[in-house]
C-alpha cells in the first residue's frame, strides 16, 4: 500500500535510489549485474563499480553494444540493468532491444534518465519526448514513469523479479516529494492521490506532483479534480480509467512526452474502444524537439508546469 507524504525529510536523488536499490538486490541476487555507457558518474552508478566491481560494466560510449551485452548476459542466467540517457537507452537501440532483447525472450531492465524536459542543458540532442511510444510497441514490455525516489526504488526492485523487457524513465535529481518511505505499489494498477467529481486528472512521473498541487489549488476555486498516478503506462490499468470517469466531465491527461504515443495516446485508446462518452484533453509536448535550458526554463517553455495544467482544466470547466 502507498501513503503520501509530500514533507518528508530522508529525499534522496532519483539516480541514487537507483543505485542504492541495485546494492540491495545485489546483496540478495549474485545474478544482478549493472552496465553503464560511460555515465557513471552522472548516473551514480561508480558507487557500484566500488562496492560490486565483479558486477559492474562499463561498455563506453556504445549503447547498442551495451544491449547486445545484456542481452547475453540474460541468455546466460544473469538479471542485467542498463542505464544510459532516455533518447540513447530507447531511440538509439531500439532494434537492439526489440531483436536481441524481447524477441530473443531475453530479459534487460532498462532504465533512461532524464526524460522530456529534465533534459535540461543537454539539449535537443538528450531529449527524448518519444521513449514511451517506442518502449510501447515491444510485444510484452512493462513501461513506467517513476514520481519519486521511493516509487523508483519500488519499480527497480520489481523488474529484478520479472523475466522480459522493463523500462523506466525518471530525473536523475532530485524531485518533489510524494510518497511516504514505505510505500509499495502493483504494477499496472493506479494510484488514487486525490478524489474529485468535475475532472479526472492522470499524470506519470515528477508532473505527478504538479499534478496533485495543481488539483488542491483549483478545489479553493469550485473545480473538483480526481488525481490518478498511473506510473505503469504499460500495462495500463483500463479498469481504473473505466471506473474512476464516470460522472466525470471530463478526462486529461498531463504528461512530460509526445501527446502522440505516450500516455495520453494511450488513454485515448481505451476511450475511443470502450466508446466511452466522455471528453479526452492530453496536455503534453505538440510537434517539438528539445531545446537547451535549465530545468525550470524548458518545463515553462513547453507548457507542463502546474499553472499550465491548472489554466488548461479551468478552461475545459468553464467552457
Not at 10 to 37: I, Y
Not at 64 to 69: E, F, R
Not at 278 to 296: A, K, M, N, W, Y
Request: hydrophobic share 45%; net charge negative.
Amino acid at each position: 500500500m502507498f501513503r503520501l507524504d509530500v514533507n518528508r525529510d530522508d529525499t534522496q536523488e532519483m539516480r541514487m535510489s537507483v543505485v542504492h536499490a541495485l546494492q540491495d538486490l545485489m546483496k540478495e541476487n549474485d545474478k544482478v549485474v549493472a552496465l553503464e555507457a560511460d555515465l557513471g558518474g552522472a548516473s551514480g552508478w561508480t558507487n557500484i563499480q566500488k562496492t560490486n566491481p565483479d558486477r559492474f560494466i562499463n561498455v563506453g560510449i556504445a549503447e547498442a553494444n551495451m544491449v547486445g551485452v545484456a542481452a547475453g548476459l540474460s541468455a546466460t542466467g544473469f538479471v542485467p540493468f542498463i542505464h544510459t540517457f532516455g533518447p540513447f537507452a530507447t531511440r538509439r537501440v531500439f532494434d537492439q532491444v526489440y531483436l536481441s532483447g524481447a524477441y530473443a525472450y531475453n530479459t534487460i531492465n532498462i532504465y533512461g534518465s532524464d526524460p522530456g524536459f529534465t533534459a535540461g542543458p543537454n539539449g535537443g540532442t538528450h531529449t527524448t519526448w518519444e521513449d514511451v511510444a517506442l518502449m510501447r510497441t515491444i510485444p510484452n514490455a512493462v513501461v513506467c514513469d517513476a514520481a519519486d525516489d521511493v516509487q523508483m526504488d519500488w519499480i527497480i526492485k520489481e523488474f529484478a523479479k520479472l523475466e522480459g523487457i522493463h523500462y523506466v524513465r525518471g530525473n536523475r535529481k532530485g524531485v518533489k516529494n510524494l510518497y511516504a518511505k514505505d510505500s509499495t505499489f502493483t504494477l499496472g494498477k493506479a494510484n488514487i492521490l486525490r478524489e474529485g467529481d468535475d475532472v479526472l486528472l492522470l499524470s506519470a512521473g515528477q508532473l505527478v506532483s504538479e499534478a496533485l498541487q495543481a488539483a488542491n489549488e483549483l478545489a479553493s476555486e469550485g473545480i473538483d479534480v480526481e488525481v490518478m498516478d498511473m506510473f505503469t503506462i504499460k500495462p495500463l490499468d483500463v479498469d481504473a480509467i473505466l471506473k474512476h470517469s464516470q460522472g466525470k466531465k471530463h478526462i486529461v491527461v498531463f504528461e512530460n512526452h509526445s501527446i502522440t504515443g505516450g500516455l495520453g495516446s494511450a488513454v485515448a485508446e481505451v476511450v475511443a474502444e470502450k466508446a466511452m462518452a466522455i471528453p479526452l484533453t492530453r496536455v503534453g509536448v505538440h510537434e517539438l524537439f528539445g531545446q537547451v535550458g535549465s530545468q525550470d526554463f524548458l518545463q515553462k517553455e513547453f507548457g507542463l508546469t502546474k499553472e499550465d495544467i491548472k489554466q488548461k482544466i479551468k478552461e475545459l470547466t468553464i467552457v
